[in-house]
């Protein structure tokens, strides 16, 4: 079954750690993106990559950062810069075409106290 | 500055009869848009777009109506089931000029009682 894997679906850090949460496709999409969801806000995009080894900002990529070094893989770590980590984060992907629809992962519930 | 905008955080409409998100835009550039729908702890599925050289797309029970001169768009449900209660979300981006991004609502949630 193709699909984007997030795991894990809850994590829990301390204040002043980073942690990275990892995102896997096997859809054989050049695209991926991260969004982060908040109560009342909708989905924010963190950062997307076109292709392998290259990526862009997204609207809210302060105290992010990824890697895109595999096809399949997008990496996103949230690092102490980060001022409110504490979200739903949802890893997608598209086919490529600018106009595409995405197809998104179940999420990662990060909690950081 | 929110470009995309579901000024309804709930909706609540019985079975059978009809539902109607609606969402409006701010951006003339944006020239194609979705709708999404997410259940809680998943992420969000893919249900119907439009292109703005369109004013209406249908899929079954679902309906998009797009009006470009005043950069609204509804998506119509009917006849409404229990289980479409989820969260919409719209989403719109500017494909020939701004590069694609989707831009997302605040999503509706919509619960459709038996």
């Known amino acids: 079954d193709g699909g984007i894997t997030q795991s894990p679906k809850y994590l829990f850090r301390k204040e002043g750690q980073n942690v990275t949460l990892s995102c896997e496709q096997n859809l054989n999409h050049d695209a991926m993106y991260w969004y982060r969801q908040d109560p009342g806000q909708g989905l924010r995009l963190i950062y997307y990559s076109q292709i392998v080894n290259d990526f862009q900002k997204g609207d809210i990529a302060e105290g992010y950062s990824v890697s895109r070094e595999k096809k399949e893989s997008f990496p996103l770590t949230v690092t102490s810069a980060q001022k409110n980590p504490t979200a739903f984060y949802l890893c997608a992907s598209s086919s490529g075409p600018l106009n595409s629809p995405l197809h998104f992962g179940n999420g990662t519930r990060l909690t950081v106290t | 500055d929110q470009q995309v905008k579901q000024n309804s955080p709930s909706l609540s409409v019985q079975e059978g009869r009809i539902s109607i998100l609606n969402c409006d835009y701010t951006n003339s550039m944006f020239d194609y848009f979705l709708w999404y729908k997410k259940y809680p702890a998943e992420g969000p599925t893919f249900l119907i777009s439009?292109?703005?050289?369109?004013d209406k797309n249908e899929d079954g029970r679902f309906t998009v109506f797009l009006n470009k001169s005043a950069k609204h768009l509804s998506l119509h449900i009917v006849p409404s089931q229990p289980g479409d209660s989820a969260v919409y979300f719209c989403a719109a981006s500017a494909v020939h000029n701004q590069g694609g991004k989707l831009i997302f609502g605040q999503g509706t949630e919509l619960s459709v009682k038996p």
């Open positions: 439009i292109s703005s050289i369109k």
